[in-house]
């Protein structure tokens, strides 16, 4: 069913659902950018749809919902260990673009099907989430979904398009179709989505990655550029990995606390450290190294598609103009990566 | 040929005295020191058709055009009219009639670091705000130089102005998105003033040690730091060059508004009306501070005022500096240092 529902209507359904749903979408954060003077683009509650944002992308992704960049896991005293509940048992509707929802399918396998038993942490938030597809009519330079195969949206209850004033709104769902059919009215919508990117990226296609690549010389030039910042890491959609720390409510007695995990990721210092002082991949260059394979390889031979969906936040958002995107096209143009098809 | 000029009258009309008895040359303002580029134009028909065919960039941004007839003087007032139209009256300085040229020179130009329109570093737009105190102090008799700069990085040198006005920000933490890296910590640590710990996986900030200067904002990977979006200044005051005593400013206040450093610009004028020594042609109104005591000065600067809860202003004021002494211990002759050094 298509749609078309001014402001008005929209807020009115928002408001009418938000006893069990909460919405979420990117946002505008005023003048809180890195910069001075220019605003965070965010993934935030909203409750109308008026505060979405269209002609830019987010900084971090949508992730943080259902990953938190801090989750107390349990909190403990000499006695009890507890875990804590979701303090909010609405659902979740997150407004995001196509490769955004691939990114969680990418998480979905890391956190549910890649251990013995599924991360239950992730599992309770990741329930409650449907995703309504914002429509990518005109992509951002960065993007490379289309080389990434993210570009087709998949597993969203309801696509919408921006138009003057209100949303063009297509759902197949019955529970919305139902609800849809009394608002607005109908309206032509075929659903676009992207052909070609700005950023176009060949992965590599053959299953192994060929042993010459590991000591290749072009992780050389990374370890001089990147400074080991993290936000590639940070602002990366499929990134999944977390520390977890011990925090005493009161050091004195060391009584009672909690358990934390936090973000953590492969190009922030610290983050292979071990007991002892022993550090595994210390050179930039192998850090990023690691993330490529990562990215392009290791995750692909294990679950049959590359980790990275092309979003291109990582190539915004380098303070050293490292493009993630021309890496893989380096790694693309070595023999022995390309033949054999997926 | 007659020359019969009236000296003082050319010098507030913003031309100078020169080398050559017989030529005068053009100041022009560029406040806030950034430029529509079609304005070159202008600056280089005056130098080629009126001056010697050059233009000096002076240290406070504005234009210099030597080599000009006296006699011209009326004519190029005429010619940059427009251009003052455009620079001046446009943003609200109050020039009755910019045919004439500028109407005075004492309060000098504005000039401002290149501010956040370009810099990374910077806190603030330079210019825009360079542009407000243009129009609030301009036109001025009183020998007064301010200049903004974006960040405590200090570029342009408030620190050698009467006023130096520093950007601020000020930085809050969304606790939750911080991760701990401690890219913040290190940071402040190597760069600023060491005001960050980490306690907990998460950071803390020592504020009697933050100077705002928004370097954690920037390096933090997830923007847990951000600003908050009001704007904050620092103020350093009196510093100066000179041939009697020359001196960093030093600072005055600290997280002011910009309502507030306007007001405070505002009331440097009637104090320096009250204190100046009129005997002398000009006085700098460093010594009249000198003269007047620190106290004297600030309770001029702050009055009727009605400071934010976060300002702060300096109690006491020691300024550095040094005076050209006749303390000849001080120097070695070139003979005793080949002595010492053997040669
Ligand atoms: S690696 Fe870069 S382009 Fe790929 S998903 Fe992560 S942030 Fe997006
Ligand atoms: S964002 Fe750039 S500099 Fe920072 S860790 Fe990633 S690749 Fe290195
Ligand atoms: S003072 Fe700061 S803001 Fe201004 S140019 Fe220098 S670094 Fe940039
Ligand atoms: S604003 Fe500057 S001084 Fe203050 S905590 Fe941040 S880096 Fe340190
Ligand atoms: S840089 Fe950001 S994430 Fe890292 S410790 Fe500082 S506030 Fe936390």
Known sequence: ?342 | MIRDINRKKVTKNAWRLTSSRNKTCLRIRVPGGHLDARHLDLMKHIAQQFGNGTVHLTTRQGFEIPGIDFNAMAQINELISEYIKETEQKIGVQIPTPREGYPSAGTRNISACIGNRVCPFANYDTTSMALEIEKTVYPNDFHVKLALTGCPNDCIKAHMQDIGIIGQALPELESQACIGCEACVKNCRKKVTNALTVVDHKVERDNRRCIGCGECVLVCPTQAWSRNPVKYFRLVIMGRTGKKNPRLAAPFAEWLTQDEVIAILKNLYPYIDRHIDRSLVKEHVGYIADRTGYKELRNWLLKGIKLNPRARIAKTMQWSGYEYGYDTDRWDCSQTIAESTGE
Request: glycine content about 8%; proline content about 4%; aromatic content about 10%.
């Open chain 1, 1 to 342: 069913m298509n749609r078309l529902l001014k402001n008005k209507e929209c807020n009115s359904l928002l408001g009418g659902l938000s006893a069990d749903y909460r919405f979420f979408a990117p946002v505008r954060r005023a003048g809180r950018g890195r910069l001075s003077d220019t605003d965070l683009i965010t993934y935030d509650q909203i409750s109308s749809v008026e505060e979405i944002v269209w002609d830019e992308k987010t900084l971090r992704s949508a992730k943080e919902i259902m990953f938190p960049i801090t989750e107390t896991l349990m909190r403990f005293d000499q006695k009890t260990i507890s875990q804590p509940s979701v303090v909010d048992n609405r659902g979740i509707v997150i407004f995001c673009r196509s490769c955004d929802i691939h990114a969680v399918s990418r998480l979905d396998k890391i956190f549910l099907d890649n251990g013995t038993s599924p991360d239950p942490y992730y599992e309770r938030l990741r329930e409650k989430i449907h995703f309504v597809l914002m429509e990518c009519a005109d992509p951002f330079k960065s993007c490379f979904c289309v080389s990434m195969k993210t570009n087709i949206p998949e597993k969203f209850i309801a696509a919408v398009r921006e138009v003057d004033g209100g949303l063009k709104v297509l759902s197949q769902r019955r529970t919305l179709v139902d609800k849809l059919s009394t608002i607005g009215s109908e309206c032509e919508f075929e659903l676009h989505y992207p052909k070609q990117n700005g950023t176009e990226v060949f992965p590599p296609q053959t299953l192994d990655m060929p042993s010459e690549l590991y000591d290749h010389e072009m992780w050389d030039e990374y370890s001089g550029r990147c400074i080991a910042c993290g936000r590639c890491n940070t602002s990366c959609p499929t990134c999944s990995c977390f520390s977890v720390h011990d925090v005493m409510y009161d050091k004195d007695s060391g009584q009672a606390g909690e358990r934390r995990r936090v973000w953590a990721g492969c190009h922030i210092d610290g983050f292979t450290d071990m007991a002892g002082g022993m550090e595994f991949r210390k050179s930039s260059g192998a850090r990023m190294r690691f993330k490529t394979f990562h990215k392009i390889y290791d995750y692909r031979k294990r679950f049959g598609e590359n980790m990275c969906v092309g979003c291109g936040r990582c190539d915004d958002i380098c303070p050293e103009y490292i493009s993630f995107s021309n890496c893989i096209n380096k790694v693309s143009e070595q023999p022995g990566t390309q033949g054999e098809s997926l």
